[in-house]
């Protein structure tokens, strides 16, 4: 049975950073695209970041310069790194891979 569990959030002054991590298993994953959402209530899902196979990364035109994906396969992990917080990054995180979503980690931010 596949599973992602997504860990990290919390509240954060402006400014501030947290580090999301988002935990595989069920399957190695390791030939797949993974990526980090994010969702407001009330506002679509929206993609952050995503990082390929290979390590090629790309983000979103807000976490460009602030946000950093990053991989694990031998843990069968993902990570965001998010520095540079502010109020706009209040939101649900959530991981995806494969298809498969986790169940989300909030990330509050206070101005």
């Known amino acids: 049975q596949v599973q992602l569990v997504e860990s990290g959030g919390g509240l954060v002054q402006a400014g501030g950073s947290l580090r999301l991590s988002c935990a595989a298993s069920?399957?190695?994953?390791?030939?797949?695209?993974k990526r980090w959402y994010r969702q407001v209530i009330g506002k679509q899902r929206e993609l952050v970041a995503s990082i390929t196979s290979f390590g090629d990364t790309s983000y979103a035109d807000f976490a460009k310069g602030r946000f950093t994906i990053a991989r694990d396969d031998a843990k069968n992990m993902v990570y965001l790194q998010m520095n540079s917080l502010n109020a706009d990054d209040t939101a649900v995180y959530f991981c995806?891979?494969?298809?498969?979503w986790g169940q989300g980690t909030q990330v509050t931010v206070s101005s």
């Open positions: 995806n891979v494969h298809g498969y």
């Open positions: 069920g399957s190695s994953f390791r030939l797949d695209s």
